[in-house]
């Protein structure tokens, strides 16, 4: 059974920083593409960042491009987000998912339709 457990998240005034982690588990993650979304109080959920199954292909949504870098360990089967100079617009609810087989991240990194979306990992960006 596909998982994902995204952690990370927590409190962190503007200008901080946070590492978001997204652990899969029940499949391997190396031959799919992963991506970060985020959904604001109110607001659809939108991608972040997306990165290719080698990662040699990344992603980013043009809010958070030059402070987000997105990565990955396919031997320990988890994606990463460090994100940098956060600010209040960055706060929301963080989510992980693999991206449909033959996604290109260059073109595309939007929210995929799936059954269900992990719990997310909160990320709160205040003074």
């Known amino acids: 059974q596909l998982q994902f457990v995204e952690s990370g998240g927590g409190l962190v005034q503007p200008g901080g920083s946070l590492r978001l982690s997204c652990a899969a588990s029940?499949?391997?993650?190396?031959?799919?593409?992963v991506g970060w979304f985020r959904q604001a109080p109110g607001k659809e959920r939108e991608g972040v960042s997306c990165?290719?199954?080698?990662?040699?292909?990344?992603n980013y949504a043009d809010s958070v491009k030059g402070r987000f870098t997105i990565s990955r360990d396919n031997a320990k089967n988890t994606v990463y987000l460090q994100m940098m100079s956060l600010k209040p617009e960055d706060t929301g609810v963080y989510y992980c998912?693999?991206?449909?087989?033959?996604?290109?991240?260059?073109?595309?990194?939007?929210?995929?339709?799936?059954?269900?979306w992990g719990k997310g990992t909160l990320v709160t960006v205040s003074s």
């Open positions: 998912a693999v991206l449909p087989v033959g996604t290109d991240v260059q073109v595309m990194c939007v929210p995929p339709a799936v059954d269900a």
């Open positions: 990165i290719s199954y080698s990662g040699g292909s990344t």
């Open positions: 029940g499949f391997p993650l190396d031959a799919y593409a």
